[in-house]
């Protein structure tokens, strides 16, 4: 197979990175779930977007902290002097005898501690984007984990389907020869064709849900579009059943009042419309600008030094529609933060019921079931072979062993679903 130089280098990067381990075949690379999250973790391109939110929430502290420039003012220069003029010394060289020349320096000096409120919403804003990433995250792993348990699926769906086909060809070239030699009816030997063609079309409809899982876990592992590697899921983790037996609802609304990550940052964003309407507030004491001047030549004294300071006088705008505007803009947030708490923990609620009932037909079908019908599967082949039971009862049970495996792989996939939508739900309080 010829190896493509685009693809051998994200293989020797990704082995570099996280140690994925390669099969012979180029074009197939078999990961763990561990495995392909650090790769999803250094590489995803929304979770890379989001942690410049922080970083930018942090330049905005820097910003807030800095103290307004001063402003220096130069004026009332003479270019040029009159007969009236009176003589004031050389400023350089032989220039500025007659000149005349005032220089003012200016403050603005914040009030009502206006810039240690503007620090502290834009400290809020750091704890904002720092949760609001966390929440992207946690979305974007149960997204990538649900892709990985849907990979699973697709391929040992496949796996079972094309054992299955490849039994039903070899009965099939057996029975082609008998048909031949007239032992055995042309029905019976189209019957097994037509079983044959409706497994072909399952293969498909498994590679093309795989080929939809492999391309999504590809964009969120920040692989490139063209690449054309075959991702092979092996090794999940169990799932700990014992610790969710002994959960109830009220852990799960305790859990998620206290670890949801979305609700944690509708709460900031409530604290942060609570600090700006602070600020606005505090915008209602003007400001104080102090000044300093020097005039040469434009007063009674000579050299003259003068100091002044400056207020606004709040008699008109005393910034009535902004601290309205946040009034309301805080009122709102507590509005949706209320509203989101109530579906947040009804829906972790309901996600730890829906599991509940998963792990309870999981239990239903017990650990050996699979291992029975395999073997049961055996049998039915092996009579059939010898014309010990009929075309009929042979179908008849492969078509119940497949649908038997269908279910069992569906409770699996389920089972990771719901639990890493659970996860989502509590934080980190479920391993």
Request: aromatic residues 6%; proline residues 3%.
């Amino acid at each position: 197979m010829k190896k493509r130089s685009g693809y051998l280098v994200i293989i020797a990067l990704c082995c570099i990175t996280v140690g994925i381990r390669a099969q012979p075949i180029a074009d197939t690379l078999v990961v763990t779930p561990p495995e392909a999250e650090v790769v999803f973790l250094q590489r995803n391109l929304r979770l890379l977007a989001a942690k410049l939110d922080i970083e930018v929430a942090k330049a905005e502290v820097i910003q807030s902290k800095l103290w307004p420039n001063p402003t220096v003012s130069i004026g009332e220069v003479n270019l040029w002097s009159n007969q009236g003029a009176e003589a004031l010394g050389r400023l350089f060289g032989n220039w500025g005898n007659h000149a005349q020349v005032a220089v003012d320096v200016e403050q603005l000096i914040q009030t009502a501690g206006k810039r240690k409120k503007l620090v502290a919403i834009e400290e809020t804003g750091i704890a904002l984007a720092e949760r609001s990433f966390e929440d992207l995250l946690r979305s974007l792993q149960v997204e990538f984990r649900t892709q990985l348990a849907e990979l699973n699926r697709t391929q040992q769906g496949m796996a079972a389907y094309r054992q299955a086909l490849e039994r039903l060809q070899q009965l099939l070239t057996g029975y082609q020869r008998q048909v031949a030699q007239g032992n055995i009816s042309r029905s019976e030997y189209m019957r097994l064709r037509a079983s044959e063609l409706e497994l072909m079309k399952t293969i498909d409809d498994y590679r093309r849900q795989n080929g939809e899982a492999q391309q999504a876990l590809k964009v969120l592992m920040g692989l490139p579009s063209a690449d054309d590697r075959v991702l092979i899921a092996t090794g999940f983790r169990e799932i700990p059943f014992d610790t969710l037996e002994a959960l109830n609802a009220a852990t799960i609304q305790e859990w998620t009042y206290a670890y949801n990550t979305e609700l944690a940052a509708l709460r900031l964003g409530v604290t942060r419309a609570d600090q700006q309407l602070r600020f606005e507030r505090a915008q209602r004491v003007p400001d104080v600008k102090l000044s300093a001047g020097y005039d040469r030549g434009g007063n009674i004294m000579r050299d003259f030094v003068g100091l002044g300071i400056a207020v606004d006088l709040p008699l008109f705008h005393r910034n009535q529609g902004a601290i309205k505007a946040a009034q309301l803009a805080l009122e709102q947030s507590r509005l949706l933060a209320t509203n989101a708490e109530n579906q947040v923990v009804g829906e972790a609620v309901r996600a730890w019921k829906d599991l509940q009932a998963t792990v309870a037909r999981r239990n239903l079908v017990g650990p050996q079931y699979e291992a029975d019908m395999e073997a049961l599967l055996e049998g039915y082949h092996r009579n059939f072979a010898q014309r010990h039971i009929s075309l009929l009862e042979y179908l008849d049970f492969l078509d119940a062993y497949l649908q038997t495996k269908d279910n069992l792989l569906d409770i699996e996939k389920t089972l990771r679903e719901q639990y890493e939508t659970l996860r989502y739900h509590v934080g980190s309080q479920l391993p």
